[in-house]
C-alpha cells in the first residue's frame, strides 16, 4: 500500500527499521482498528505481518482489516485455541510470533480473548500488548468528564432486575462511569441509570471514529428525550458522571418519610423520597411500610 503523504525516503527509512526490529517470540496483543482503518500503528501491522497465526474473534471481521493491509496470515477463531496450543508452545519456543486480536479496538477488553491470554500466562508463555484504539477510552477522552479517575463497567446485563443490582453496585462512586451498550438496550439502560443514578451529567458516544460519528451530552433526562425521538443505531459508549452529593443520612430520610406517611399513601410517600434523594427505591418501600405498619 503506498500513502501519497509519505516520501519514498521516509518510506525508505520506515522499511529499514522494520527489517531491523528484533520482535520476540510470544503472544502479542494487537490492537486494532474501532471503526476506521487507518487508526492502526505501523508496529501492528508489522507483528500481524509475521505472525504464524492471528487469532481472531470473528474470523470474517478481521480478514476485512487483513484484506485491506494486504497481509494474508491464516486466521484462527479465538474459541479453538485449545485444540492448536500444545503445537503452538512447541513453535513459540522455535522463535515463532502469534498474535491475537479482537473485532474492533483491544483485545481481552470485553471480549473473550482473556482466556487465551490467562492460558498463555499459566503456561509461562511470552505476552506482549502492542497498544492502539480503545473505544472507551477515546470515548471518555471526548466526553468533557473528568477523566483522572474513572471505572470501566463494560456490559451491563440484559435483563433488569440483574442490571439494576450492577448499577446499585457503583452508585456510590465518585469517579467517572463507563459502560458499553447495545443499540437495543440502550434507552432501558438509560432510564434504569436515571432512576437509581438521579439526573446526573453524561455523555453517549455512538460510531466512533466513523462516518457519523456522535456525541450527545447533557442530564440523562434529555439523553433519554433524544433516543425517544431518534432511533438508536450503532454500538455505544456511556458515560456518566461520578456521584458528588455528600453521604446520605439515612436517620433523616427515614424521619422525613414518616411525616409524609401521615399525609400520602405508601407509594406517593416512596416517590417523593426517591425523587427528592436518588435512593433505592425498593429498600425506601420497604422502609416505609415498616413505618406504616408501627404507626397503626
Same mark, same amino acid.
Given at each position: ?19 531491523? +526490529? ?9 490492537? !486494532? ?25 470473528? $474470523? ?12 494474508? !496470515?491464516?486466521? *484462527? #477463531?479465538?474459541? &479453538?485455541?485449545? @485444540? ?8 513459540? @519456543? ?7 486480536? =479482537?473485532? #474492533?479496538? $483491544?483485545? $481481552?477488553? =470485553? ?47 440484559? %435483563? +433488569?432486575? #440483574?442490571?439494576? &443490582? #450492577?448499577?446499585?453496585?457503583? /452508585?456510590?462512586?465518585?469517579? $467517572? ?32 471514529? /466513523?462516518?457519523?460519528?456522535?456525541? +450527545?451530552?447533557?442530564?440523562? =433526562? %434529555? ?9 438508536? !443505531? ?9 456521584? %458528588? ?6 436517620? /433523616?430520610?427515614?424521619?422525613?418519610? =414518616? &411525616? ?6 405508601? /407509594? &406517593?410517600? *416512596? ?15 420497604? %422502609? ?6 408501627? +404507626?397503626?
Amino acid at each position: 500500500m503506498q500513502i501519497s503523504f509519505f516520501s519514498p525516503k521516509l518510506i525508505e527509512s520506515i522499511s529499514d527499521k522494520i527489517r531491523q +526490529q528484533k520482535d520476540k517470540p510470544g503472544l502479542y496483543l494487537v490492537a !486494532t482498528p474501532i471503526g476506521n482503518l487507518f487508526d492502526i500503528s505501523l508496529r501492528a501491522l508489522n507483528i500481524l505481518k509475521k505472525s504464524k497465526i492471528i487469532f481472531a474473534e470473528d $474470523t470474517r471481521n478481521s480478514r476485512k482489516l487483513l484484506n485491506f493491509y494486504e497481509i494474508d !496470515t491464516p486466521l *484462527v #477463531a479465538c474459541h &479453538e485455541y485449545n @485444540e492448536i496450543m500444545p503445537a503452538v508452545v512447541e513453535k513459540i @519456543e522455535r522463535g515463532e510470533i502469534y498474535s491475537l486480536i =479482537s473485532d #474492533a479496538g $483491544t483485545p $481481552t477488553i =470485553s471480549d473473550p480473548g482473556y482466556r487465551l491470554v490467562n492460558w498463555c500466562v499459566e503456561n509461562g508463555i511470552e505476552v506482549v500488548p502492542i497498544p492502539g484504539a480503545c473505544a472507551f477510552i477515546a470515548g471518555l477522552c471526548g466526553s468533557g468528564l473528568p477523566t483522572d479517575r474513572f471505572t470501566f463497567c463494560g456490559f451491563l446485563p440484559s %435483563k +433488569q432486575h #440483574a442490571r439494576r &443490582e #450492577a448499577l446499585q453496585e457503583v /452508585k456510590s462512586k465518585t469517579e $467517572t462511569l463507563i459502560f458499553l451498550e447495545s443499540p437495543k438496550r440502550i434507552s432501558d439502560s438509560l432510564k434504569d441509570m436515571r432512576e437509581i443514578f438521579g439526573d446526573r451529567h453524561c455523555c453517549i458516544c455512538r460510531e466512533l471514529t /466513523k462516518l457519523y460519528e456522535d456525541f +450527545q451530552r447533557g442530564p440523562l =433526562s %434529555k439523553i433519554i428525550k433524544y433516543f425517544s425521538e431518534n432511533e438508536p !443505531t450503532g454500538e455505544f459508549v456511556v458515560i456518566i458522571s461520578g456521584n %458528588k452529593e455528600e453521604k446520605i443520612d439515612e436517620t /433523616k430520610i427515614f424521619s422525613e418519610l =414518616s &411525616e409524609l406517611l401521615q399525609k400520602f399513601r405508601v /407509594k &406517593e410517600a *416512596v416517590e417523593i423520597i426517591v425523587e427528592k434523594y436518588s435512593v433505592n427505591k425498593k429498600a425506601i418501600y420497604q %422502609k416505609a411500610l415498616e413505618i406504616k405498619d408501627a +404507626q397503626n
